[in-house]
């Protein structure tokens, strides 16, 4: 089970960080996900980070997220800044057995239940 937290209520130019904890298996060789659920009932891609730590951005998120993991927590993070009313949403982590991050959802098997995230402008 992925269980995320962080999410909360800021105005546009604050800041969150979103952590997600794997609780019942080990994601260490997993690439870990962030998504946003949009108005559309859609997940849109966010950021990803591969078993390796390289990690991928949205063109919307790049210089102002930054995602990380720590192993030896069992966790993955997704450090917002500069936030937007447009980041608001339901953010979801999600972890691909794989270990090679992607941006489409159909590429991961486990999901958290997510965390809301509003900016208000």
């Known amino acids: 089970e992925l269980v995320e937290s962080g999410g909360g209520l800021v105005q546009a130019g604050g800041s969150l960080r979103l952590s997600c904890v794997a609780s019942?298996?080990?994601?260490?060789?997993?690439?870990v996900g962030w998504f946003r659920q949009t108005p559309e009932n859609e997940r849109e891609f966010i950021a990803s980070?591969?078993?390796?730590?390289?990690?991928h951005y949205a063109d919307s998120a790049k210089g102002r997220f930054t995602i990380s993991r720590d192993n030896a927590k069992n966790a993955a993070y997704l450090q917002m800044n500069s936030l937007k009313p447009e980041d608001t949403g339901v953010y979801y982590c999600a972890a691909d057995v794989s270990g090679w991050s992607g941006k489409y959802p159909d590429g991961y098997d486990y999901w958290g239940q997510g965390t809301q995230v509003t900016v208000s402008s």
């Open positions: 019942d298996r080990t994601i260490s060789e997993d690439a």
């Open positions: 980070i591969g078993w390796n730590g390289s990690p």
